[in-house]
Each structure stands twice: as structure tokens, then as C-alpha cells.
């Protein structure tokens, strides 16, 4: 008992803006993954369900609302980029709130967007609505990622982030098609509704299970803002950007590809689309043990085998069997990559990480956004069949970002050692 309060004492001098020592690393007993991540992958499973389920009900909103088709795509437009902008500017604003509050506070944020999108009369209001439950989306992952690293001892930090992450990939594999069947069925209202529930059953399990970890004094906005434009840091975002991008430059047209090229009847695209969810929830907590072992090397293979899967699949689409198999490992590598992403950058802006953390969403939804677009040029000059090819060429150039990122890492160990080696000399 002495041995934790000295711990947790001795945390409260930590530099300023210091992610501090881990809650488990304070108990010296927690080597499994602790109940309080769960109230953290909860919320990002609620979080997954209000981002995508749109797509499965634009045809119900746009009914009910007396709006086009396009009109109501907008919702999705107008959510990536509430992400896009909010998560920075809400960090800005919230950065000396405690992590605890914060997330009690972003969550609060979340029930109320999703609760206003459930009684919405008009267009207008619900879109409102979705842009200010985005602006909580990127935040609370943000957030959510930093405070898991510290519910575990340092060896498990990129699994802890994996956990989370891993509800917004069980989201695409349960909560989607069960969301979007609710609103087929109820009514579309009803599925944001499922969405109010699971964010309170979210809130409440913060407020519970969730430890206030000392964290030191915060670090003020300057310290926040030097360490996300270092270009170490910018070019890890751009790196996270390209990998999202290469995925939905393929997942925005999964559906007419495996249609018009593949043969599938529209009704198996689904569950071929469930099979690519339990792939991508595989990839993720796969990629946060690789990670915790070797961060960097883990990163450059996954790479290398995502632009490989994809440049592939221009081949195998002609085949039913050949394509989902495809499919299936392209969604296992695509989100391998995502925990040690996070934790680069968390290495990276150890003293004051929040800004860098959250802005990653940011970049992440950029890059889906970018994916889209490039995807549709794509299909408008070389054609469907060459989709692939295309993001096979941005997870490539993500691949060449890491490779740089790793040579610069080692030029400027290499300086600083040369700067040690002087100084002992001198002495």
C-alpha cells in the first residue's frame, strides 16, 4: 500500500503536460487489460455506429425529411468534417480539463448531438446536430487513447490503444447492420435512439470504473502546438492520412466492384462486407501486439503487405473465392496499422501529446475524405478495375513516409549521440 501512494505521489511532479506513470505500472499487478478500457471501447463502439450507420438510412432520411438523395449524403460529408475541425479545436478549448472530465464532458457532448438527431424536424437541425456530435468524435479518442496507455503497465501500451480502437471495428461488424435493420424497421429515429442508450451505458461506466490518474499541471497551448507541427510529427499524420486514404479509396466502392466485377448478387455484398469487419478487428488488435513488440518494423511490413493486398486484388476480383479471400486480409492489414500509428505519435509528443493525439483523427478522416475522391476520379478515367490499383499506390507512398520517418529517427540519434560524445570530450 506504501509502495502505491509513494507511486502515485511522486507522479504529481511530472513535467508539465506529462502523460505521467501508468495506472497499472502504479499497482504493479495489472498485466490483463482492466475493466475501464471497456467503458472506453463502449464509447468508441457508439462512436463507430453514429459515423457509419447513415450510409444504410439515407434513403429513410432522405424520405422523411423531403430531401434528394445527395442532400442527405451531406450528413455524412458534414460529420467527417465536424471530425476534421473539431477534434483540434476542441482539444484547444478543453486542454487544461482533467482527462476523466474531459471524457465525461465529450461524452455528455455525444448523447446530447445524438438525442437531438432523434427528435430532428428538419434537415437542417440534423445535420447540425451530427456536426456537433463529431466535434466529440476525434476528442474522445484522442483522449481515450492517452488514458488507456496508462490503465496498463508500458509493455502493453499500443494493445491498451488497440482495445479501443477495436470497438469502432466491432461497430462496422454488429452495430452497423443492427442499427441500420432497427431503422429499416422502427423508423431511422430509433437507430440514433440505440446510439443515445449506448453513449449514457458509456458515460456511466467513465463515471464508475474509470481512475483520476495524477497528471502533473497541463501543458500550455504553445508546447501543445510546437509539438504537432514538428515535422516528425506531420509526417506521421500524413502517413495515417495515406493509410485511411488507400482504404476507403477501395471501401467507398467495395460494393459496385464486387457487384459488377465479381458477380455477386447486391444481398451477399453484406455479408461479404461482415466477413471484411472481422478482418479489420483481427488487423487491429494483431497490430497493437506487433506494435508492442517492435513499433516500427511492424509498421513498415504492414504497409509493405497492405499495398502488396491491394495491387492484388485488381487480380482477384475477377474471382469470387479469390476476391473475398482478398478482402478479408486487405481488411486484417489496412487496420493493422492504426494502434501504432497512435503510439508513434504519443512517442513522439510524450511531454504535451493531447493536440497531436486528437489531431490525428483529424488527418485520419482527411484521408478518408481524399480515398473517396480519388476512388471516384479513378472510376471516371481508367475504371472500376483500376480502383485498387490506385490505393495500392497511396499505401505504397505511405510505406516511403515510414521509411523516411525511421532515417530521419536515426540521423537524429545519431547527432545526439555525436552531441553526447562531444560533451563528455570537453568535460
Known amino acids: 500500500m506504501s509502495k502505491t501512494k509513494h507511486s502515485l505521489h511522486s507522479s504529481a511532479g511530472t513535467p508539465p503536460g506529462d502523460t505521467g506513470p501508468s495506472y497499472a505500472s502504479a499497482s504493479g499487478k495489472k498485466r490483463t487489460f482492466p475493466l475501464s478500457l471497456l467503458c472506453l471501447t463502449i464509447g468508441a463502439f457508439a462512436i463507430g455506429m453514429t459515423e457509419f450507420i447513415i450510409m444504410g438510412l439515407l434513403p429513410n432520411v432522405a424520405e422523411d425529411l423531403n430531401v434528394s ?11 467527417a468534417l465536424g471530425v476534421a475541425v473539431g477534434a483540434p479545436i476542441l482539444t484547444v478549448f478543453t486542454h487544461r480539463i482533467p482527462q476523466k472530465k474531459l471524457l465525461v464532458l465529450l461524452m455528455c457532448i455525444f448523447i446530447i448531438g445524438n438525442a437531438l438527431s432523434v427528435i430532428a424536424p428538419t434537415y437542417g437541425l440534423l445535420i447540425s446536430a451530427r456536426i456537433l456530435t463529431a466535434f466529440a468524435h476525434g476528442t ?37 447492420p443492427f442499427g441500420t435493420f432497427i431503422g429499416q424497421q422502427l423508423g431511422w429515429r430509433s437507430s440514433f435512439g440505440a446510439i443515445t442508450l449506448l453513449g449514457i451505458i458509456s458515460l456511466i461506466g467513465i463515471i464508475r470504473f474509470i481512475p483520476v490518474i495524477p497528471q502533473g499541471p497541463p501543458a500550455n497551448l504553445g508546447q501543445q502546438f510546437r509539438n504537432l507541427i514538428r515535422p516528425q510529427v506531420l509526417l506521421v499524420l500524413l502517413i495515417g492520412a495515406m493509410g485511411c486514404g488507400s482504404l476507403f479509396t477501395v471501401f467507398t ?43 516500427m518494423p511492424s509498421l513498415i511490413v504492414n504497409f509493405a503487405i497492405l499495398a502488396v493486398l491491394l495491387a ?15 478482402i478479408f486480409f486487405w481488411g486484417v492489414a489496412a487496420f493493422g496499422i492504426m494502434p501504432g500509428l497512435q503510439v508513434r505519435i504519443m512517442n513522439m509528443t510524450r511531454e504535451a501529446p493531447l493536440l497531436a493525439t486528437t489531431s490525428s483523427h483529424s488527418a485520419f478522416n482527411l484521408g478518408n475524405a481524399a480515398g473517396a475522391y480519388i476512388g471516384g476520379f479513378a472510376i471516371t478515367h481508367t475504371g472500376l478495375i483500376s480502383v485498387p490499383l490506385y490505393a495500392a499506390v497511396i499505401a505504397g507512398l505511405g510505406l516511403l513516409g515510414l521509411l523516411w520517418s525511421l532515417i530521419l529517427h536515426d540521423r537524429r540519434a545519431s547527432s545526439d549521440g555525436a552531441d553526447a560524445g562531444q560533451s563528455i570530450v570537453a568535460r
Open 312 to 326: 492484388v486484388l485488381t487480380l482477384t476480383l475477377h474471382n469470387p473465392i479469390l476476391a473475398v479471400t482478398t
Open 140 to 176: 474522445f479518442l484522442g483522449v481515450g487513447s492517452i488514458l488507456a496507455t496508462k490503465l496498463v503497465t508500458p509493455d502493453r501500451r499500443a494493445g491498451a490503444v488497440s482495445v479501443v480502437l477495436a470497438g469502432l471495428t466491432i461497430a462496422n461488424i454488429i452495430g452497423v
Open 69 to 79: 438523395i445527395p442532400q442527405a449524403g451531406q450528413l455524412i460529408t458534414g460529420y
Open 253 to 295: 466502392y467495395i460494393t459496385p466492384m464486387l457487384v459488377d466485377i465479381s458477380g455477386f448478387a447486391e444481398q451477399s455484398v453484406t455479408w461479404i462486407l461482415v466477413l471484411f469487419g472481422f478482418g479489420v478487428t483481427l488487423g487491429n488488435m494483431v497490430g497493437g501486439r506487433l506494435a508492442d513488440w517492435k513499433l
